[in-house]
T-cell receptor, first 115, second 110 residues
Framework: KAGVTQTPRYLIKTRGQQVTLSCSPI?????VSWYQQTPGQGLQFLFE???????NKGNFPGRFSGRQFSNSRSEMNVSTLELGDSALYLC??????????????FGEGSRLTVL | AQRVTQPEKLLSVFKGAPVELKCNYS??????LFWYVQYSRQRLQLLLR??SRESIKGFTADLNKGETSFHLKKPFAQEEDSAMYYC????????????FGTGTSLTVIP
């Protein structure tokens, strides 16, 4: 099976712009989660989608949003970019959500630099 | 609030020596605890979870609810164990919202 695929892998934006990141989960996985990874804060949970519904949301401002499509592919969007949004954004998929937590399968990440 | 603390950013041990990576957590309910690992140039991946009570690549982790700890141990470190290790916590029946520690970079010296 192909692993979790994230695009683009690298991107550079300027303050005030917006960005959309894409994640294709492993075939058959219906849960997609997003994490922001920075050197100072480590991995921080953004949100999780399961069957096109947002199941959980982390403590991030409303500028961060996401969605999931019927084929389980997910996108996240960050509007009005700030310098502090520079980070590695990781997507993780899982076959299940709820009950005993499933294993997370991570992508390689999208590295966003905001200038 | 849920919090996972890994007190050591860097840890170096000699090959063949025992290794222990510390993880402490704060959570009021019933947590599920995991260790994830990232080897050089590889993706973050699951190493082990406490609910399975398994040993993976010689590593074990015991959940100590009294001390709220989930330390990762291996009796004899190998060079291939050099990696970044993350302790993570989630809650039962709440989906896949994980809280990660900031990680410990383990270097095994030949």
């Amino acid at each position: 099976k192909a692993g979790v695929t994230q695009t683009p892998r690298y991107l550079i934006k300027t303050r005030g712009q917006q960005v959309t990141l894409s994640c294709s989960p492993i075939s058959g996985h219906r849960s997609v989660s997003w994490y922001q990874q920075t050197p100072g804060q480590g991995l921080q949970f953004l949100f999780e989608y399961f069957s096109e519904t947002q199941r959980n949301k982390g403590n991030f401002p409303g500028r961060f949003s996401g969605r999931q499509f019927s084929n389980s592919r997910s996108e996240m969007n960050v509007s009005t970019l700030e310098l502090g949004d520079s980070a590695l954004y990781l997507c993780a998929s899982s076959p299940t959500s709820g009950g005993s937590a499933g294993e997370l399968f991570f992508g390689e990440g999208s590295r966003l630099t905001v200038l | 609030a849920q919090r996972v603390t890994q007190p050591e950013k860097l840890l170096s041990v000699f090959k063949g020596a025992p290794v222990e990576l510390k993880c402490n957590y704060s959570y009021s309910g019933s947590p599920e605890l995991f260790w994830y690992v990232q080897y050089s140039r590889q993706r973050l991946q699951l190493l082990l979870r406490h609910i399975s009570r398994e040993s993976i690549k010689g590593f074990t982790a015991d959940l100590n609810k009294g001390e709220t700890s989930f330390h990762l141990k291996k009796p004899f470190a190998q060079e291939e164990d050099s990696a970044m290790y993350y302790c993570a916590l989630t809650r039962l029946n709440t989906g896949n919202q994980f809280y990660f520690g900031t990680g410990t970079s383990l270097t095994v010296i030949p």
